[in-house]
């Protein structure tokens, strides 16, 4: 818990500067978006960001109480530091929803940054978060209907694109100036964001408070290491994220694969071997011969097929391994096993697939998918298609058909299916 003792943190108590002016707005405040773009919108005091939640409604309540402030704890091998992050200008709860799209139709508005999660650009329907920029285009649109860049900071190949597609779905029904307008003034910006952000615990509030004098009630733990790569256009600019170190590029697929494939791949790894062998954070994983050994060896598989120069990749590993045994990050193995057949698909499969084309079978992506069934079967399941996987992981043939689920054509392919299946036995004696 903070610490009582200590005042609560607020623009007042820590002497910061008055709020920037809102020109940007985010959806989906959460952990990431705290320690990554409000970070690098700190570094440009032009640029104030009005953050909506989608459905938490406590964590706007308290950053509000503490005029949009709060700690990020900085914590690598050495000592913490912390810093107060003061890009909030306002925070809103999702259902806030007449300030939702007074923000969004504002000529003073720019952009808009989202981490809605990989399934929210899936899952549409009234309430969704698609649903949601749907309706404040509309506004902006028949507000004078000014330019805007949308920035979607979700670990999803080509997460500009994605976005594009899930609002061209979701309008097909809207009148043709409308969706005219989509397609001339409103751009889609592709993004690379690397940052291990675990969700915060009350032990780390305490810290944030001894590092800080104040008592802060929503604070962010994250690691030193940012990244943030951008392609695309902004019609009304930007902050000058550079300045944080932002990069900005003509095309971004390399950078990406290398992103979902090396990192988020051998999270997705962790994830599912991990709780298997009995650990319960990436750090520990680390520490397990087995898992480490995997952990390498999905590396080796990946590279077969990254388009980066090898010595590119060599650094990033290695530079991987410090990350992820960093004993300053506890992140939970669990956490990062939410929403799997959105995450497998970006991360492991097209690996597979081309190792799978090559003759080859390689170990970890067998390892995660046994992982995973392990997973389905017993524990319980954050995913948008989790009823439909649970049933089918729990029922006779169920390798092929979990597979199936996220693709038709590896299920048919006996030799991975039984090695599926050998793996799972392996796993739960080594466990
Ligand atoms: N935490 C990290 O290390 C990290 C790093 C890179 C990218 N990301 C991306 O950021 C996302 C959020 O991570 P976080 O650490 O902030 O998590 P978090 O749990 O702290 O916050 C998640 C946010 O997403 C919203 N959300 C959840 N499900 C949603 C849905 N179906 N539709 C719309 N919004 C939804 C929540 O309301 C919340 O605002 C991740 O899913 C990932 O795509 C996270
Ligand atoms: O955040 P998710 O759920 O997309 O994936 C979990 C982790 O792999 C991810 O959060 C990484 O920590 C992050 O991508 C590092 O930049």
């Known amino acids: 818990m903070p610490d009582n003792a200590a005042p609560r943190l607020s623009r007042a108590s820590a002497s910061t500067r008055p709020p920037a002016p809102v020109r940007a707005v985010h959806l989906g405040l959460g952990a990431f978006h705290r320690a990554h773009q409000a970070v690098y919108t700190m570094s440009d005091s032009d640029w104030g960001i009005a953050a909506y939640t989608f459905r938490n409604t406590t964590l706007p309540r308290t950053l509000t109480e503490q005029d949009g402030l709060y700690t990020l704890q900085v914590r690598g091998d050495g000592k913490p530091r912390a810093e107060i992050v003061d890009a909030i200008s306002r925070a809103h709860p999702g259902g806030d929803t007449d ?31 698609i649903d949601r920029v749907v309706a404040g285009l509309r506004g902006r649109h028949r507000a004078g209907g000014d330019p805007i860049a949308l920035v979607p900071c979700d670990n999803l190949p080509g997460n500009g694109g994605v976005l594009r597609d899930a609002l061209a779905a979701a309008t097909r029904e809207e009148d ?4 005219a307008w989509l397609e001339e003034h409103v751009s889609f910006v592709d993004t690379v964001v690397d940052r291990i ?22 604070p962010v733990v994250t ?6 790569l951008l392609a695309g256009r902004f019609p009304l600019g930007r902050p ?11 095309d971004l697929a390399a950078f990406q694969q290398r992103k979902l494939w090396f990192l988020n791949g ?12 009995g650990c319960t954070t990436v750090d520990e994983a680390m520490q397990h011969p087995t898992l480490m050994a995997l952990t390498e060896s999905w590396w080796d598989t990946a590279a077969r097929h990254a388009t980066l120069p090898e010595e590119d990749l060599r650094d990033y590993r290695q530079r991987l391994l410090q990350r992820f045994a960093s004993p300053g990050i506890r992140h939970h193995l669990l956490h990062i096993a939410v929403n799997g057949s959105q995450k497998i698909p970006a991360r492991i ?9 090559a003759g080859r079978l390689p170990e970890p992506a067998v390892a995660v998918l046994a992982g995973w069934l392990i997973h389905l079967r017993d524990r319980e399941v954050a995913d948008p298609r989790a009823d439909e996987l649970v049933a089918l992981a729990r029922s006779g043939n ?26 799972v036995e392996h796993l739960r004696s080594a466990g």
């Not at 000058?240 to 003509?250: I, M, S």
């Open 176 to 179: 043709a100036a409308f969706r």
């Open 223 to 228: 690691e030193p290491f940012s990244e943030w």
């Open 266 to 277: 051998a999270h997705t790894l962790l994830a599912y071997t991990g709780p298997a062998l």
């Open 99 to 129: 300030r939702w799209l007074a923000d969004l139709a504002s000529p003073d508005v720019a952009l808009l940054t989202l981490t809605i999660t990989e399934p929210g650009y899936r899952t549409g329907g009234h309430g969704s978060a």
């Open 349 to 357: 499969l097209p690996v597979l697939r081309a190792e799978r084309s």
């Open 197 to 218: 952000t675990p969700a915060a615990t009350d032990e780390d509030a305490a810290t944030a408070a001894r590092l800080t004098g104040f008592a802060d009630h929503a």
């Open 398 to 423: 169920g390798a092929r058909q979990v597979v199936a689920t996220v693709d038709s054509e590896l299920a048919e392919d006996g030799a991975l299916i039984s090695a599926v299946d050998d793996y």
């Open 240 to 250: 000058a994220w550079e300045n944080a170190g932002a990069r900005f590029v003509d």
